[in-house]
């Protein structure tokens, strides 16, 4: 019923051949034995006529020597010459009876010698013919194991076509379904750009905007000055005219006329004072406003200077109508004062504090506190240990962890410490107790890098399961799981607590509002490798770092989302995810660490800083005797290091 496949038939013909090929020696061997059998009859056939005409001639033989016997007793009598002419013709007889005798003894005896010749090669005949009755048996029994299976095939073969029938349907299907995503995605496209040009269009104005409200608010506050310089003027004027008045109108002493000036001078020096006070701080408060910036404003929404009880404001400190570049729905987002008391001129060390082993093995965790006097590490060797990151002294060693530990991050109020790895878990530590009390688990791969929320709340933690999880800290409990569309490598949160960045295995950038959880854009620039690290700028968030595994490093403006530097420096690579570079804590400088050996020293790995308005090199620290894992850069604490050996150095 159904057309036999190609290599079925070729297996037929295969069988076919061996049988022909076996069968043909098989019939030589048979004919060649039933040759022998019947050669073997003829041969004891003529045995038997060969011992019967041996026996017939020596019974006559025995009759022919009785005659002559009993002749020569009956005639004894006779002559000589007839006795002598009998005696010779029997010598003659008996000699020839001898002879032909002879013949057939050894005729009879190469009878018996060819058959016993042909009774061995019978027998070797027999051998052969019971092994190869047993190796046609063997056959046999391949034969039907091969016909067994033959059949097996046969329908699995039936199965398999049954099935590819039903696929090729399925794909037919999917083809017709993958034809109207790719319409749906080209059209999600065509809107993503068009968004995408809205953005930069509304982002523009905003600018524009913020610029004409600077402008107005320099408009404003010089109006101010000039008022208060009249004002000034008029008082003085005012109480010069009055003082005058009074020492006409009352003719007093000049002892108690400079008594009243003092008093008069006592009594208005408060006053002006505090004015110039108050003038001073709205000075001083102005100034700060025109450098206040909220990365709420990059991606949309009101800044923190919003009046909460809806009250009419002054133009000095009215608010711009809130743009959404994405569409978002943001409140007031806290601003970041440029010239708050957090940051001070940094400058980049140039020389080695101090080092000291740390762990056994590779240090991938390395973090400050807020204050920058403890410093906590985690490494392979699954402990993770707080330091005091002035004199390195070991604080406390904490454990739990059951595989190498990848992040590890002190809570911002510095009560907490949490960590995770290789094992999957998300582990938390209390910092005064140095005890262990929450181990949150859910993740299916491992942990790759974790955050705090600025009110210490919530742990943000990223996974190679292409997850983002957010922690309840008290509960202990998952909030919240997003699909993160691929392995996530790093994660950082926004200064102004909105938002999340993630670099993926994808090579992919990805920010995500933390209150819809959903993905705003992506940066693909470093595609196809992967990325390693992500950084907002100090203190503003405006810009954002990101590196990948190729020792590439970008430097993005978030408000416009274009690229505006980038550094790619031969010396530098680092392929450990642990290795990412980090902004100084003004944002002047980047810091790197390489994995790659330096071409001036062996046997060392050099350090590298870079400005960040030039993307120019412009130190190189070189001490690690290994490749570097990890750096960090604190206001307070400085410049730390560390490498694959376990060691930890302080710049």
């Known amino acids: 019923n159904m057309a036999c496949p190609a290599w079925l038939s070729s297996i037929e013909q295969q069988l076919t051949a061996r049988d022909m090929r076996e069968k043909i020696p098989f019939e030589h061997i048979s004919d060649s034995y039933n040759l022998l059998l019947a050669e073997n009859a003829d041969l004891s056939k003529r045995v038997h006529d060969l011992n019967q005409a041996v026996l017939q001639m020596k019974t006559d033989n025995w009759n022919k020597t009785s005659n002559s016997v009993s002749d020569v007793t009956d005639k004894d009598t006779a002559g000589d010459n007839d006795k002598k002419s009998g005696s010779a013709q029997q010598h003659y007889q008996m000699a020839s009876l001898q002879s032909e005798n002879e013949a057939l003894r050894q005729e009879l005896m190469d009878v018996y010698r060819l058959k016993k010749e042909n009774e061995e090669a019978l027998l070797r005949l027999k051998k052969q013919s019971i092994e190869n009755e047993e190796l046609i048996l063997q056959q046999t029994r391949s034969i039907n194991e091969v016909s067994i299976k033959h059949h097996a095939l046969s329908n699995e073969h039936q199965e398999l076509k049954e099935d590819d029938e039903r696929l090729k349907s399925n794909l037919y299907l999917l083809n017709n379904e993958s034809v109207e995503l790719r319409k749906a995605h080209d059209n999600a496209m065509k809107e993503l750009d068009q968004y995408k040009d809205e953005n930069r269009r509304l982002t523009e104005q905003l600018l524009k905007v913020k610029e004409s409200q600077m402008e107005h608010f320099d408009q404003l506050n010089d109006e101010y000055e000039k008022l208060r310089k009249i004002n000034e003027a008029k008082v003085a004027q005012h109480t010069k005219e009055a003082e005058q008045k009074l020492n006409d109108a009352l ?6 006329m400079q008594r009243r000036h003092t008093m008069s001078g006592a009594y208005h020096s408060p006053t002006h004072t505090h004015q110039s006070q108050h003038t001073s701080g709205k000075e001083q408060k102005t100034e700060r406003a025109r450098h206040r910036w909220s990365i709420a404003d990059i991606f949309g929404g009101g800044g923190g200077n919003g009046n909460k009880d809806g009250k009419k404001q002054s133009p000095a400190h009215a608010q711009s109508p809130p743009v ?13 004062d440029l010239y708050g008391p957090s940051l001070f001129n940094i400058n980049p060390p140039q020389l080695k504090s101090r080092n000291w082993q740390a762990h056994k093995g590779i240090v991938c965790a390395l973090n400050f506190d807020v204050t920058g006097k403890k410093l906590i590490s985690g490494g392979n060797d699954q402990m993770v240990k707080m330091w005091d990151a002035g004199s390195g002294q070991e604080l406390a060693t904490l454990r739990g962890c059951t595989s190498g530990i990848l992040c590890a991050h002190f809570s911002p109020n510095s ?8 094992d999957c878990q998300l582990h938390l530590w209390n910092v005064k107790t140095q005890r262990q009390i929450r181990v949150y688990n859910g993740h299916s791969n491992k942990i790759t890098s974790i955050a705090f929320s600025g009110d210490s709340r919530i742990i943000y933690s ?10 309840d800290l008290e509960t202990a409990a998952c909030r919240h799981t997003m699909s993160a569309h ?11 607590d909105y938002y999340i960045a993630t670099a993926h295995l994808d090579g992919c950038i990805r920010f995500w509002g933390k209150r819809d959880r959903k993905e705003l854009f992506k940066l693909s620039e470093h595609q196809p490798i992967q990325t390693i690290g992500i950084e907002f700028s100090p203190p503003d968030g405006i810009q954002i770092l990101t590196a990948s595994k190729n020792g590439k490093i970008c430097i993005w403006d978030l408000r416009k989302q274009e690229k505006l530097h980038e550094i790619f420096d031969k010396q530098y690579k680092n392929t450990n995810l642990s290795g990412k570079p980090r902004y100084s804590p003004d944002g002047q400088y980047i810091l790197g660490g390489s994995s790659v050996e330096s ?20 130190y190189t620290l070189t001490e690690h005797s290994a490749e570097i894992s990890r750096v960090v850069w604190h206001g307070r604490g400085g410049v730390v290091s560390s490498d694959r050996n376990g060691m930890i150095a302080t710049w």
Do not use: Q
Request: charged content about 20%; glycine content about 8%.
């Open 486 to 496: 691929s392995s996530v490598n790093d994660l950082c949160i926004s200064p102004d």
């Open 251 to 256: 003719d007093i002493p000049a002892n108690v």
């Open 462 to 471: 990223g996974s190679h399961d292409r997850t983002l999880k957010f922690w």
């Open 324 to 336: 959404s570049a994405m569409d978002f729905s943001v409140r007031g987002a806290p601003t970041v």
């Open 599 to 618: 071409n001036t020293l062996d046997g060392k790995y050099p350090l590298f800083i870079w400005t960040t308005k030039t993307a120019k090199l412009e």
């Open 415 to 422: 009560a907490f410490i949490g960590a995770g790895g290789n």
